[in-house]
Each structure stands twice: as C-alpha cells, then as structure tokens.
C-alpha cells in the first residue's frame, strides 16, 4: 500500500513564502512523474506544477516565476516552493505521483489527502 502525506501549509500574508513537501510511503519499485494540484473552494481541481522522474518541470501559467517543484528520487519525496504568494493561491494542495509498486507490478497514480494553504491579510 502506497501513501502520500503532504505538510507544509498554513496561514500566509501576500507576498509571503511556504513550502510544501510530500512524502511517498510504501512499496515503490519505481516513481514517474510527481506533482501539486489545487483546489479552491467552489473550483475544480488544477494541476499546478509536475517534475518527471529526469526532473523536466512543468507549471501552471499562474504560477510560473513565482512556485519552484523539486523532487528526491531517492527518498520518493517532491516539494514545491511557492514565493510571492497571493489570495487566489489560496486553497487545498495535493501531492498526486505515478509508482510502480513491488506487490502487485501495477503502474497507477497515488493522491494525498492535501494540505490547506491560505493566503490572506
């Protein structure tokens, strides 16, 4: 059984920085891409940034310059690094990442349960 558990949010003043983390537990023979979703409340979820296993980068356009994605293949970790942050950052942040686990042989992507990040005067 795989989990991802994310921390690292909270409260934040625009402008202001966090960073979150997620750890991947379990099993993994082999991890794909990783990556954050978000959601707001009454909003679809959104992709907001992926990192591939070679560690190509791929992000929101509302974000770009202003989030950071890196990851830990050894550890089967991923972080985003979110500078500048602004109201409409605000919201529920999920780790969603793709593994080959050692049990069953199965490729399929894992989700966290997220982590809420507000952003607010």
């Known amino acids: 059984q795989v989990q991802l558990v994310e921390s690292g949010g909270g409260l934040v003043q625009p402008g202001g920085s966090l960073r979150l983390s997620c750890a991947a537990s379990?099993?993994?023979?082999?991890?794909?891409?990783m990556g954050w979703y978000r959601q707001a409340p009454g909003k679809q979820r959104e992709l907001v940034a992926t990192i591939t296993s070679s560690s190509s980068t791929n992000y929101a356009d509302s974000v770009k310059g202003r989030f950071a994605i890196s990851r830990d293949n050894a550890k089967n970790t991923v972080d985003l690094q979110m500078n500048s942050l602004k109201p409409e950052d605000t919201g529920s942040y999920y780790c969603?990442?793709?593994?080959?686990?050692?049990?069953?042989?199965?490729?399929?992507?894992?989700w966290g349960k997220g982590t809420q990040v507000t952003v607010s005067s």
């Open positions: 969603t990442a793709r593994f080959t686990t050692l049990l069953s042989s199965m490729t399929r992507n894992y």
């Open positions: 379990g099993s993994i023979s082999k991890a794909y891409t």
